[in-house]
Structure formats: structure tokens, C-alpha cells
């Protein structure tokens, strides 16, 4: 099988300081790939270098675009890149607020990314983003309202419903439950997971919660000062985790 994403020996610094380095991985179609490590550790910024957000300092970010096959999103053009995002490649940030128009009503942010790929008929996009807000859990009575008046976790719901709504094969997660209550975390997994497996998304996620990977995670990638020193499948690392700083890790949530 061709992998979605080949990631190839990506680094990135800020001055002398390490961001990340010589980060390689393969991600295959429908495969969740998690990155966790304490906050410094650099899943953040190898994310944003992946989603194209921030500009790597060498190494290749290889996708298998639907025409002209595998294609180096780093040295895509500016529009190119801006297609990808809005119709193969989804990024849901820890903040929704980072994610939705909070201006614009709730059908609304969902129905601006199906016209930023071309739709144009008012009642088919309606009906869309009455339909996805409906499969994230709000009730079609919202449509109207803006994200301001929902809670954190409707907010949360709300950008991944505008996100997934062109059907993306690939989607970016940057602790997407953080900052939210525990019991309102547990529905999001739970809305998250069964959107994976019923679209089949291939996903990246960064945490730092390892209940989080273990819920939605296949593979598991340990991060420490910019450098990967532990990867392999999900339960395998948390189970019997081979390097010491991964050790500690899961020691520590176990203690808590």
C-alpha cells in the first residue's frame, strides 16, 4: 500500500535552539498516527510543519495528491497548498475560537468551506451544514446561532463539523481536547472516534493526555527535545514502553 504521507527528515530551528530534527514516518490511508511529550518536547511545531503552517528548515512533507500523485507540500506554491487545505487536509486547533468565524453563524462557518470548493447553491449548502451539525451533536435548531453563544465543547464540536464537511483524507488535531472538562472531553473521543472509522480518515494527532491516543491513536511517536526516541504501535509503547523518557511518562499518569 502507497503511504498517504511520507515524512522525510524534517527539522526546524529557531536559532540555536532545536524546534524538532530528523523526524521521518510514514502515515498509510485510514491510519491515526499520535505524538505526545511534555510541553518543549516539539510535537507542536513538527505538526505545523507537516500542516504547512510553518516552513521547515530541510526535509520533505511528501502527500499523494489525488492528480498528479506524491508531491512535496514544502515547495507546493502558496495556492496549491491553500486548495490542499481546504479540500484534503483538515486542521482542527486546541482552541476552537483559533478555527471558526465567530462572527459568522454556526451554518454558516460550516458552509463557508464547502463554498471555498466551489458550491454555490444556498439550500444545498444549508441542508450540508444542517446535516454535518447534526452528526457532530448540535441540534439543527443552532444553525443560526453563532459560536459565541455555545459552550467550549459545542465550540470544539462546531470546528471539527467545518473541517470534515468536504470530506478530507487527512486530518491535523492539535490537542483537541484540551482545555475542556473531563466529561465533555469523553464525548468529544467518542464523536471523534466514530467520525474516524466511519470516514476513514488518516489523522495526526498531537497530545500530551496518553488517554487521548489510547482512545484514537494506531501508532504512537514519543517526542523529547525536538527528537523522536520511541515509536511503534499505540498499545505496544504504553504497554511496555522501551526508553527511559517514556517510561517516565506513563509512570507519571499512572501515579496521578
Known amino acids: 500500500m502507497t ?44 505538526l505545523n510543519c507537516l500542516a504547512g503552517h510553518l516552513a521547515p528548515d530541510r526535509g520533505e512533507v511528501l502527500f499523494e495528491t ?13 495556492p496549491e497548498r ?8 483538515a486542521f482542527v486547533h486546541q482552541h476552537a475560537r483559533d478555527g471558526l468565524r465567530m462572527n459568522v453563524s454556526a451554518g ?21 451544514a444542517i446535516d454535518w451539525l447534526g452528526r457532530v451533536e448540535i441540534n439543527e435548531s443552532r444553525v443560526d446561532d453563532r459560536p459565541t453563544q455555545f459552550s467550549g465543547g459545542m ?5 471539527i463539523a467545518r473541517n ?4 478530507p483524507r487527512l486530518v491535523f488535531m492539535d490537542e483537541p481536547t484540551g482545555g475542556l472538562d473531563v466529561s465533555v472531553q469523553a464525548r468529544l ?7 474516524v472509522r466511519e470516514m476513514g480518515l488518516s489523522a495526526i494527532i498531537v497530545t ?17 527535545d525536538g527528537h523522536v526516541v520511541e515509536t511503534g504501535l499505540t498499545d505496544q509503547v504504553l504497554d511496555d514502553p522501551q526508553h527511559a523518557y517514556t517510561q517516565l511518562l506513563v509512570s507519571s499518569v499512572l501515579q496521578v
Open 164 to 167: 470534515l464537511v468536504t470530506g
Open 208 to 224: 500530551h493526555d496518553l488517554a487521548v491516543v489510547r482512545l484514537l491513536a494506531d501508532r504512537l511517536m514519543v517526542m523529547k
Open 82 to 89: 491553500r486548495m490542499l487545505s481546504r479540500t484534503d487536509w
Open 108 to 128: 454558516g462557518n460550516v458552509g463557508e468551506r464547502l463554498m471555498a470548493v466551489g458550491a454555490r447553491h444556498y439550500g444545498d449548502i444549508r441542508d450540508q
Open 3 to 46: 503511504p498517504l504521507l511520507k515524512v522525510q527528515n524534517i527539522a526546524k530551528f529557531y536559532g540555536g535552539r532545536i524546534g524538532c530534527t530528523d523526524v521521518s514516518f510514514d502515515l498509510y490511508p485510514g491510519e491515526v498516527m499520535g505524538i505526545v511529550g511534555e510541553s518543549g518536547s516539539g510535537k507542536s511545531t513538527l
Open 189 to 195: 473521543l467518542d464523536l471523534l472516534r466514530g467520525l
Open 155 to 159: 465550540q470544539q464540536r462546531l470546528q
Open 66 to 78: 489525488r492528480s498528479e500523485g506524491m508531491k512535496d507540500t514544502v515547495t507546493m506554491s502558496e
